[in-house]
């Protein structure tokens, strides 16, 4: 049994705090809170590196304007003040999650914080919920001198689901997008479940 599980997306705001949520309704049923412990984080939540965060995050923004989720006046808005941007992407996110999370997985799981993945020497099994968060994940381990599990969230639980998000740049106008939203969300809910308890050896 793992007594260690955390999940990993790239923000940390929309994929793995679901799984999170997922994970600590289970082990509230099963009365195992003390035992074990769920966390997620994400791969690029630390900005603080990056030189050029208007450049870095303008073709993000492209794709927001291109699904009519901003308007076109961001182009030149994340030029003048990109972490007004940022933010409000992920406050968008963020309440498509919260709603998720209140009405579907887990109402009592309260605020989250969003977390870089860090080294951790207690980790023992480590689940990323693509094949891209899998890759930086590793690099971030490489060289650490710890070794814990890491395998794709999916691929773990035995299920071929594409839990990837560009899913959701094939739709255009916020409520679609929401939409699409909830369906990945679902997918993520149910990969979460199965992996939980597998790692649980129930």
């Not at 999170?20 to 099963?30: F, Q, T, W």
């Not at 963020?94 to 209140?102: A, K, S």
């Not at 369906?183 to 597998?198: D, H, W, Y």
């Amino acid at each position: 049994m793992y007594r260690d599980v955390e999940f990993v997306c790239s923000g940390n705001n929309g994929r793995s705090p679901i799984a999170e949520a997922v994970g600590k309704r289970i082990l509230d049923s099963l009365g195992l809170n003390a035992n074990v412990r769920i966390t997620s984080s994400g791969t690029q939540v630390d900005f603080s590196k990056v030189r050029d965060l208007a450049g870095f995050i303008a073709p993000f923004v492209e794709q927001a304007i291109r699904r009519e989720i901003f308007p076109r006046s961001y182009a030149e808005l994340v030029k003048k003040d990109s972490q007004k941007v940022l933010d409000e992407m992920f406050e968008i996110e963020e309440t498509w999650r919260n709603n998720y999370i209140l009405n579907f997985v887990n109402p009592g799981f309260g605020n989250h914080s969003r977390q870089q993945t860090l080294v951790r020497s207690e980790a023992q099994l480590i689940l990323p919920v693509d094949q891209s968060n899998f890759e930086r994940v590793a690099k971030i381990y490489k060289s650490s001198g710890y070794s814990p599990k890491i395998e794709t969230l999916a691929e773990y639980a035995g299920l071929e689901y594409n839990l990837d998000d560009k899913a959701l740049f094939d739709v255009k106008g916020r409520d679609n997008a929401r939409r699409a939203y909830n369906q990945m969300a679902s997918r993520v809910e149910t990969a979460a479940r199965v992996a939980i308890l597998k790692a649980l050896e129930i």
